[in-house]
């Protein structure tokens, strides 16, 4: 039997935890295996850039982060895009796979690589996808990998955080990453004590954050923490359509800053831990999930069930077609039981 494996999209902790499980599973069951490791995501696969690999090559690799493979983002969209040869980026991993005889490709990767993945399942690709991502947006299942350790991480600023700004009595934006779904700012807010989460998916009032502000400053609680998502907009940013808003290059929380600054006496500072957050080791929580989900991916392999994506569902790892998955994604439903508990505690989501 002889299999691909590729890395694709950003990287996050976790990736060779999960690249491990899928060999031991397969080295242990499959007696004449053949492993390829492609390397830097779809761009092997389009170049034809694999090596073979052994059992012991992933060894002492279930705690490091990044992936041994390499990843690169090749978008979606560019991939029926005519190249000088006359053909396309599909066309090509499709041939590479099919001329080096490959009987099925294991694919890691978040929303975007799951399209490329189930259009390559649609032109007869075998493939079995691990869902990966520390924005935990990928449709169909609870969670995905690297989504704790970048909690972990983001949570690990805000801790910091805090007592500098205690001390100075200042107010900390501290940007997290998520664009589109705010499920890092969410669960790190929550962890690391911010006063205020600022999410893609509620719009926000700046007033609301600037009262909040002034409440904790009168009850002598000089300082406040922040948590916005990239993605994070105003009421009034929100009202407008994506391709007219101009913000000149600035972040979420630059300008949440200059606003801050333009209004309060107080010291405002940003904080942008960026890709702090995807890198280093990932949580015990990530190598077990990852390990599971590399055994369980080895086993579609060995069933021979493709065109699926190992997934959590409750407690239990599943699989699910990729039809189901593909071209979807799951931001915080903003009646989600977490939120409410959040806005029990007293977190504000700037939208009161
Ligand atoms: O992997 C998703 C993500 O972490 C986003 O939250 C972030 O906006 C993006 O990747 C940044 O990735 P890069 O700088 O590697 O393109």
């Not at 996808?129 to 350790?149: R, V």
């Not at 940013?237 to 333009?262: D, F, Q, Y």
Request: aromatic share 6%; proline share 3%.
């Amino acid at each position: 039997m002889k299999i691909g494996m590729l890395t694709s999209g950003g990287d996050c902790q976790g990736l060779n935890a999960a690249l491990r499980g899928v060999a031991k599973t397969l080295f242990g069951a499959v007696p004449d295996l053949e492993l390829y490791g492609i390397q830097d995501g779809y761009r092997g696969l389009i170049e034809g850039i694999w090596r073979k690999m052994e059992l012991r090559e992933f060894s002492g690799i279930l705690r490091e982060g990044g992936t041994i493979l390499g990843t690169s983002r090749q978008p979606f969209k560019t991939m029926r895009d005519l190249n000088k040869d006359n053909t396309d980026k599909l066309t090509m991993m499709i041939n590479n796979y099919k001329k080096e005889k490959f009987d099925a490709v294991v694919i890691l990767g978040g929303n975007g690589t799951h399209k490329t993945a189930h259009a390559l399942s649609q032109n007869g690709v075998n493939v079995v996808t691990l869902p990966k991502t520390i924005d935990n947006d990928i449709y169909g299942t609870d969670y995905s990998f690297g989504f704790d350790s970048a909690v972990s991480k983001a949570a690990e600023v805000l801790d910091a955080v805090n007592s500098t700004a205690a001390s100075h009595g200042r107010v900390f934006v501290v940007e997290l990453m998520g664009n589109k779904a705010g499920w890092v700012t969410l669960y790190a807010g929550i962890a690391g004590g911010a006063e205020m989460i600022l999410l893609p998916e509620i719009p926000y009032d700046t007033m609301s954050v600037l009262r909040l502000i002034e409440k904790r400053n009168k009850s002598g609680r000089n300082f406040s923490i922040i948590a916005i998502a990239e993605g994070a907009l105003t009421k009034e940013e929100a009202a407008i359509p994506k391709k007219e808003r101009k913000n000149g290059g600035s972040t979420s929380g630059s300008r949440l800053v200059k606003e801050l600054t333009e209004h309060l006496e107080q010291d405002v500072r940003l904080l942008v831990p960026g890709h702090f957050q995807r890198g280093g080791d990932p949580t015990p929580a990530d190598r077990i999930f990852c390990s599971r989900l590399g055994a369980a991916a080895g086993e579609l392999i060995i069933k021979k069930k493709f065109g699926r994506m190992v997934a959590l569902q409750g407690k239990s790892i599943v699989s699910v077609p990729l039809d189901e998955v593909a071209g979807k994604s799951k931001t915080v439903p903003i009646d989600c039981e977490v939120l409410n508990q959040a806005r029990l505690l007293g977190i504000s989501f700037g939208d009161d």
